[in-house]
């Protein structure tokens, strides 16, 4: 049986989106751009690579990390590194316990509250897909919670640095908000490149030791999913699945670039110039990932998950951004 005759449309985005996806290579393309870009791909015309690019995005986003690597001061790393543990620890508490407070207080079901916090708290889609097999969570339960946070990243990525500067915070400053209240490790090194480059040191380190969570926090929660499960029928609370969880690998890429540029004579200007190239390369993956966003994803989002991920996200934000005002987180 021959294949049906793809639409006008289809064969529109069949070229389309790769021209598109070479053009924000370009040097004058910034992150913001290329995902408002890809999102007006994806609701209009649709990505007829979605297969593809939904596998190569998360590769290309692991190698502009690294890539970013060259353009920092591991000095600068280290310190803020030591200083973000406590920043990390307080506010993953603080969504965890807002995230279980809200998703009773607005119906949602167990499974999606638990992944939107979790998306919230920690980095995003990359922890919502190492605890969805530490729990078993159904396949539409993970788009749910994918689609709130994408939707949440995309308007942080936009709005987060218009509101720094209405805040009157400086880079410093600006890198830890970001790393602290926006979800996705993407969206804030776009947030805090489009801010300076010293924002972009600080946040970059900030939410990569916020992604370290990631494993230890999966083991949990999938340990204390198999103990209520026990509990529920009556048995013996097996292993966690946890094991199934992925770790950030590319974070000692990122550390290792890093190292590099800060100890070996001569690889400032080298290293500036590969950090520039990943920023360009992070530009393609926004572009890719907006072009992912599909209508369906949009409705599939329902109002109440919506609103719970709206509602913790705003509790985060709010209380990230007074800590830091107030001088309490600095």
């Not at 602290?180 to 970059?204: K, N």
């Amino acid at each position: 049986m021959s294949e049906p005759t793809p639409s006008p449309w289809t064969k529109l985005a069949r070229v389309l989106v790769p021209l598109l996806g070479l053009a924000t290579l370009l040097p004058f393309v910034t992150t913001g751009e290329g995902l408002v870009l890809g999102i007006a791909v994806g609701l209009t015309l649709g990505n007829p690579y979605s297969a593809t690019t939904k596998k190569v995005t998360t590769y290309l986003l692991q190698g502009a990390v690294v890539g970013l690597g060259f353009g920092m001061n591991l000095r600068v790393v280290v310190a803020v590194g030591v200083h973000g543990i406590l920043y990390t620890l307080a506010g993953i508490a603080l969504c965890f316990v807002a995230g279980h407070l809200l998703r009773i207080l607005l119906h949602v079901p167990r499974d999606v509250g638990l992944l939107v916090t979790v998306g919230t708290a920690i980095c995003g889609g990359s922890a919502i897909a190492a605890v969805v097999p530490a729990i078993g969570a159904k396949q539409e339960d993970a788009t749910v919670s994918l689609a709130v946070v994408f939707l949440l990243n995309a308007v942080g990525l936009l709005l987060f640095p218009p509101l720094g500067h209405a805040f009157g915070l400086d880079q410093a400053r600006f890198g830890l908000w970001a790393a602290l209240a926006i979800h996705d490790t993407s969206s804030v090194v776009g947030a805090a490149s489009a801010y300076g480059q010293e924002a972009l040191e600080i946040a970059t380190t900030v939410k990569l030791a916020r992604a370290l969570w990631i494993v230890p926090l999966a083991m949990l929660i999938g340990e204390l999913h198999a103990r209520a499960q026990a509990r529920a029928t009556g048995g013996v609370a097996g292993p966690a699945r946890a094991g199934s969880a992925r770790y950030p690998w590319f974070i000692l890429g990122f550390l290792g670039t890093a190292t590099v540029a800060t100890f070996v004579p001569g690889m400032h200007d080298p290293g500036m110039l590969l950090a520039r190239a990943a920023r360009q390369l992070l530009v393609l993956t926004l572009f890719l990932i907006g072009a992912g966003l599909t209508r369906q994803a949009l409705r599939t989002t329902g109002a109440r998950p919506l609103v719970l991920g709206v509602l913790l996200w705003l509790v985060s934000a709010l209380a990230s951004l007074v800590g830091i005002l107030s001088g309490l987180v600095s």
